[in-house]
C-alpha cells in the first residue's frame, strides 16, 4: 500500500474521531479553536517527507517550516493566551518565521544557497527589530521610532 493511501486513511479515521466525539459533548475544543492543526500538521508532513522521502527538495522544508511555525502560531492564539486584537503587536513574528523558513531551506541546500541565506537574515533582523520596537524591549521611547 502507497504511503499517501496510509495518511489520508489515517487523516479520515481521525477526521471521524473528532466527529463522534464532537456529537457526544465530550467537551473537545471547536472548530474555531483547533483549524491551526492544519497548517501545523501540513507542515510537518512536509518536512517529513524531506527527511523520510526519495526527493529531496529544500523547498519542501521552507514550505514546511513555514506552516509549522504558522500554525504554530496561530495556537498561541486560539488555544493560549494570546487573541486576534494581539496581532497588532505580534506581526514580526510572521517576518520571523520567514526568516527561520529561509534559514531551515539554506541548511537543507547544505548551506550553499546564499539567497536562501541572505533572505533569512534580512527576515530575522525584520523580526526581531519589529519586535524590539512594538514591545518596547530597547525602552518606553522605541515606539515612536
Do not use: C
Request: net charge neutral; aromatic share 16%; hydrophobic share 60%.
Amino acid at each position: 500500500m502507497r504511503r499517501g493511501s496510509v495518511v489520508l486513511a489515517l487523516f479520515f479515521i481521525l477526521m471521524g474521531i473528532y466527529l463522534l466525539l464532537n456529537e457526544l459533548a465530550v467537551g473537545i475544543p471547536g472548530w474555531d479553536k483547533i483549524w491551526p492543526v492544519f497548517p501545523f500538521a501540513g507542515g510537518l508532513a512536509l518536512i517529513g517527507s524531506y527527511v523520510f522521502g526519495e526527493r529531496r527538495d529544500p523547498d519542501r522544508v521552507f514550505i514546511g517550516t513555514a506552516a509549522t511555525l504558522v500554525g504554530l502560531a496561530f495556537f498561541f492564539i486560539t488555544l493560549g493566551p494570546l487573541e486576534y486584537r494581539d496581532l497588532s503587536d505580534w506581526w514580526p513574528v510572521f517576518a520571523l518565521i520567514g526568516g527561520i523558513a529561509f534559514l531551515a531551506q539554506w541548511a537543507a541546500a547544505r548551506f550553499r544557497d546564499w539567497g536562501a541565506l541572505f533572505l533569512a537574515l534580512v527576515g530575522l533582523v525584520i523580526g526581531f527589530a519589529g519586535l524590539a520596537i512594538k514591545l518596547e524591549w530597547l525602552g518606553p521611547e522605541t515606539r515612536e521610532l
